[in-house]
């Protein structure tokens, strides 16, 4: 089964095992078991990421500024040079945060990063040749597979770009 048009939170949700469950089986199996009979608190952040934060916004932006510009525009926040630390920045987050909600917030350095990653890829000729052709992004594609032992097991994946 194919699926346009998921949204990555529907995609993570669902129970089939993807390539990040079989990293979680690679570090342990124990681990990949209790993940998956513990979804609530992998997404309460119970468990923490491999890596920061940060990194996983970085990659969902730049993922969204290359394949689905236009979504780009609708869910990230490339927030200005902001002091944190300060009242006026603490008062300019609290603004732009309640603005928009529930959208990716980028601080100036990592919206520059994905900004510069973005660039460099658009200004590749095999790359703008894969991005320009005819297609659909981000496909969510589910189905069941049979282990060695014929076992089935359900798997899913998302596809970057399928042609037309």
């Not at 609530?40 to 952040?45: I, R, V, Y």
């Given at each position: 089964?194919?699926?346009?048009?998921?949204?990555?939170?529907?995609?993570?949700?669902?129970?089939?095992?993807?390539?990040?469950?079989?990293?979680?089986?690679?570090?342990?199996?124990?681990?990949?078991?209790?993940?998956?009979?513990?979804?609530?608190?992998?997404?309460?952040?119970?468990?923490?990421?491999?890596?920061?934060?940060?990194?996983?916004?970085?990659?969902?932006?730049?993922?969204?500024?290359?394949?689905?510009?236009?979504?780009?525009?609708?869910?990230?926040?490339?927030?200005p040079p902001i002091n944190f630390r300060s009242k006026s920045g603490a008062e300019t987050w609290e603004d732009i945060s309640t603005i928009h909600e529930g959208k990716l917030f980028l601080r100036n350095e990592s919206a520059q990063i994905v900004n510069g990653m973005a660039e460099s890829v658009f200004k590749t000729p095999a790359c703008k040749d894969f991005l320009d052709a005819k297609g659909k992004t981000e496909l969510s594609v589910f189905r069941e597979i049979n282990d060695n032992d014929g076992n089935p097991i359900k798997c899913r994946c998302r596809i970057d770009k399928a042609f037309d």
């Open positions: 089964m194919i699926k346009r048009y998921m949204s990555h939170a529907d995609y993570l949700a669902r129970p089939e095992t993807s390539n990040s469950d079989l990293g979680d089986f690679k570090r342990a199996p124990a681990f990949f078991r209790y993940r998956k009979d513990n979804p609530e608190e992998k997404e309460a952040g119970a468990i923490p990421p491999p890596a920061s934060q940060a990194v996983f916004d970085i990659g969902t932006a730049f993922h969204m500024r290359v394949l689905e510009p236009d979504l780009y525009t609708k869910r990230v926040v490339e927030l």
